[in-house]
């Protein structure tokens, strides 16, 4: 179902100037970091890297960070959700075996508990890669294995989700209530739609006019969806109501190519906006009362996107500054 822009895309009611933000740092050594997830606690979660290895990692309440650690024989850790106890989930990988060249990876489902205990979630018979990608306060993880979009239960119980094709898919997002939030490739592998999972059912959340394909990025409790749909180059920041009505989110002004990468239960949801045929993009929130606003980026910087938001209203995500990726925190 398609609906109207909540407000005119580029000429956008525009609120007060943006929080501070803050630096987080990254890993002793490392060169870029970023953060992809905060819980209602202010536990944040993303990753950090040197440019040959990436670890998961954990941003304390004060700011403390800490390697998650891969598990044995992988190289690499990304971090992807945090719930509400501190459970982590994200994914591992490793270079594929030969005759694959070294930069084709295998990947494995990684979960941290809050004591830094890993847990390599099982894939589903006869796939031999997958991702965890989100966590509600249950526990319940969902991902994919293989090509199959898939939930993992508090035991590590896999099961797979219904689709209404063959073609692949990902659950990416679960709210509290276990609605799933992810994607599918509907009428072929290059044409990809936001999807929704409940009730034991598949929806096929479809894209704006004239868009060939669409991405979720985000859920609450309510059940709105967000994330993007495009064509084949431009993006464009979307939410789905409840009843699956798409709207376009307004953009800044001269802006008009973005994304929304979470929601919180009170309705602000976050991401970035930036020229459709510009290099640089700023980190956003569009407010419940429907304005946006610019977050700003670092000192030194001109580019920052916003990934993920909590219950009290803090942000967090990532500003480039001289090409290195750093990630932020934008306090309520």
Do not use: C
Not at 18 to 36: E, F, Q
Not at 61 to 78: C, K, N, Q, R, Y
Not at 98 to 122: F, I, K, N, S
């Amino acid at each position: 179902m398609i609906g109207g822009a909540l407000l005119a895309a580029g000429v956008p009611a525009t609120a007060a100037a943006g929080p501070t933000i803050v630096d987080l740092g990254m890993l002793p050594g490392d060169t870029d970091s970023s953060a992809v997830a905060i819980n209602d606690g202010g536990v944040i979660v993303g990753s950090s890297t040197n440019g040959t290895r990436r670890r998961a990692v954990r941003w304390s309440t004060g700011g403390t960070i800490t390697d998650l650690g891969v598990p044995a024989g992988d190289t690499s850790s990304s971090a992807s959700g945090v719930n509400a106890g501190g459970v982590v989930v994200g994914y591992s990988s490793r270079p594929a075996a030969p005759p694959y060249p070294p930069y084709v990876l295998v990947y494995q489902p990684v979960r941290w508990a809050p004591d830094g205990t890993m847990t390599v979630l099982p894939l589903l018979p006869g796939t031999t890669t997958g991702m965890a990608r989100g966590i509600n306060d249950a526990g319940v993880v969902v991902g994919n294995s293989g090509s199959f979009p898939v939930r993992w239960e508090i035991d590590g119980t896999i099961t797979k989700l219904p689709l209404s094709g063959s073609g692949s898919a990902q659950g990416d997002h679960i709210n509290n209530h276990d609605v799933v939030a992810g994607w599918a490739a509907i009428s072929s592998p290059s044409n990809q739609h936001a999807a929704r999972w409940a009730n034991g059912g598949f929806t096929d959340l479809g894209t704006l006019s004239g868009d060939s394909n669409s991405w979720t990025e985000g859920i609450n409790d309510a059940g709105v969806v967000v994330g993007f749909s495009y064509p084949t180059d431009a993006e464009r920041a979307v939410r789905w109501t409840v009843g699956g009505v798409i709207q376009q989110l307004p953009s800044l002004a001269g802006g008009g190519s973005g994304r929304a990468n979470g929601i919180n239960d009170s309705g602000a949801i976050v991401g970035y906006d930036g020229p459709y045929l510009g290099s640089y993009r700023h980190a956003v929130r569009w407010n419940t009362d429907g304005t946006i606003t610019d977050l700003g980026t670092l000192s030194g910087s001109v580019d920052s996107r916003a990934q993920g938001v909590n219950a009290g209203g803090e942000i967090v995500g990532v500003s480039f500054v001289s090409g290195k990726s750093h990630a932020v925190r934008w306090p309520h």
